[in-house]
């Protein structure tokens, strides 16, 4: 046991933890933007889905990713075995691709935590044990050659493939006269495209403690076909069937749970009347009639149109002719700001919650004094229950 080297994994646990929470912003807000965008998914699923399948991916394909950072850019041997040495060289490295991806994070500038970190590791090694010991090359697909090689390529692999995949469907789907249960009919081939990637990350490029390297092709083949196809099969027993219902019968009665029913759902009767669907309201402003504000001069314009307007009336109209249009950012803030208005007069935890935060704002000065550690020890029950 090296204890006296206890601090530095202490530090050095810290920076893991905020690096964690960047590629939390960063990486794997990207993998799910373009699903809350498109209203596939909510913000608090997003989250869930998120926390799930980043901890399934680490534990089965981020083995190697961890082996080649371990000792792909830097040599164990390069350490001459001083471990100390090599703690501290690795905790420093986390702390500065922490810290710059924490500064990107809070200046909207968007970087890659991966890319951030094995640079870090890179200046380090330089610092350390010299650049003659750090692997500039390709050095088996673990050098900075072939990580930022890779860099280079992905962008044009990924446009190809979102270029293929986007034709497919325009061809196959978009074309058609009534393209919405062709759109139903042919989603568990996306499943089994889906499955079929995913299947073989894990089975060709997983740990290597599984052992699956050693396994022969035809293994490797059968083992992510038969995963592929039964995520297919069960694409078309319960998904298929489940949009169905929603979206072509316009069931609006049809819950989640109901998707376990299977084929039985395509004998199912609609309770609700089937002339309209139940669609959620997606507007970027939401608009409340009960918290609608009177617009500015529009007193004004009613007493005109009354002919009992006085001076000040018709100064007040001039005056919001001439104001320029509220832009997008600033509608999403009256929105928002309509819309917590309304949530902080429910009685459930959102509306505690809500009441706790706008009756705590932080106060001046640093965030390390007392008053300021007062209010933010009211604020964080608050702020998990908001963010639940």
């Not at 190697?64 to 040599?75: C, E, F, S, V």
């Not at 059968?222 to 592929?228: D, E, K, N, Y």
């Not at 700001?337 to 001046?364: E, F, S, V, Y």
Request: proline share 5%; charged share 15%; net charge positive.
């Amino acid at each position: 046991m090296l204890d006296q080297y206890t601090y530095i994994f202490a530090i050095g646990t810290m920076f893991a933890m905020l690096d964690a929470f960047n590629n939390g912003a960063n990486d794997v807000a990207n993998s799910w933007a373009t699903s809350v965008s498109s209203r596939s998914i909510s913000y608090r699923q997003a989250m869930i889905f998120g926390t799930i399948f980043e901890l399934l991916g680490a534990i089965t394909v981020g083995a190697r990713t961890a082996d080649t950072i371990k000792n792909g850019i830097i040599p164990n041997s390069a350490f001459q075995g001083n471990a100390g040495v090599q703690m501290l060289a690795f905790t420093i490295a986390l702390a500065g691709a922490s810290s710059w991806v924490m500064w990107c994070t809070r200046h909207s500038a968007h970087v890659s935590s991966t890319y951030s970190l094995i640079s870090s590791v890179a200046g380090v090694g330089v610092a350390t044990v010299g650049a003659s010991k750090v692997q500039w090359g390709w050095n088996k697909g673990k050098g900075l050659g072939a990580i930022f090689a890779g860099l280079g390529m992905a962008p044009a692999i990924s446009a190809g493939f979102a270029a293929t995949i986007f034709m497919l469907i325009k061809l196959v789907v978009h074309m058609r006269k009534d393209p919405v249960p062709w759109a139903v009919y042919t989603s568990p081939f996306f499943f089994l495209i889906a499955g079929t990637i995913c299947t073989l990350s894990i089975v060709y490029k997983g740990s290597p403690n599984l052992g699956l390297g050693k396994k022969p092709a035809w293994y490797i083949a059968a083992v992510t076909m038969g995963t592929a196809g039964g995520l297919c099969l069960l694409a078309a027993l319960f998904f298929v069937p489940y949009v169905h219902a929603k979206v072509i019968k316009k069931d609006a009665s049809v819950k989640w749970y109901h998707a376990f029913m299977g084929p039985l759902l395509f004998k199912r009767a609609p309770v609700a009347p089937a002339d309209r669907a139940a669609v959620p309201n997606y507007a970027v402003v939401q608009h409340d009639p009960d918290l609608e504000e009177t617009p500015a001069g529009g007193d004004a314009l009613a007493k005109a149109e009354n002919g009992t307007s006085t001076p000040d009336d018709k100064e007040q109209k001039l005056a919001s002719i001439d104001a320029p249009p509220l832009t997008q950012k600033e509608l999403n803030a009256q929105g928002d700001a309509r819309l917590n208005a309304k949530l902080r007069k429910k009685r459930g935890p959102i509306g505690w919650a809500l009441r706790t935060l706008h009756d705590n704002p932080m106060g001046p000065g640093q965030i390390y004094e007392l008053h300021n550690i007062k209010i933010i020890l009211k604020r964080i029950p608050a702020t998990i229950v908001a963010g639940l």
